[in-house]
């Protein structure tokens, strides 16, 4: 593949991330607006799974996986969203403390978006891994861009540069 098309993908899968990470970013900090409504935890519990990775084989993965109800005007809604960035982690005490947050059978503050009350979330405002999302493609895009521009079209194999007399 030619160099300087491996550098423009890496910036576009950088753009994207970004992007991703901003939109999240946005939603969350406009869900803390949103109108709220009792809601009721219908199940709350920690999911753990195996995650592959490509370098040091696989990782144990938690997340905390909690349904609740709610109604806004008559209608009932329900939703297993606590946030608008996934909360799974490899620290199974970051899930725990989520599911005792939030007990089955118990209730909790439901931030619904008014324009669409089937959209809703226990916990708005920012999410951490909105901003890595967005700082990782950041980098990535910029990396690709300096790459495709000023990257030395004469380098060939390993690094190695090509000289002629």
Do not use: C
Request: positive net charge; hydrophobic residues 40%; glycine residues 12%.
């Amino acid at each position: 593949m030619n160099k300087i098309a491996f550098f423009l993908i890496f910036a576009v899968g950088g753009i994207a991330f970004a992007f991703i990470g901003y939109n999240s970013m946005q939603k969350a900090k406009a869900a803390k607006a949103w109108p709220t409504v009792e809601g009721r935890i219908t199940s709350s519990e920690v999911d753990s799974y195996w995650k592959r990775d490509r370098d040091s084989g696989s990782t144990r993965m938690h997340e905390a996986k909690i349904a609740y109800e709610y109604t806004v005007d008559g209608v009932s809604y329900e939703s297993t969203k606590i946030s608008f960035m996934s909360s799974s982690s490899s620290l199974r005490g970051q899930a725990q403390a989520m599911v005792r947050k939030y007990p089955a059978g118990g209730t909790a503050t439901v931030y619904y978006n008014p324009s669409n009350p089937q959209e809703a979330v226990l916990e708005p405002g920012a999410a951490g891994g909105a901003m890595i999302f967005m700082a990782a493609g950041g980098i990535f895009a910029l990396i690709g861009i300096f790459g495709s521009l000023f990257g030395n079209p004469t380098l060939t194999g390993a690094g190695a540069r090509t000289y002629h007399e």
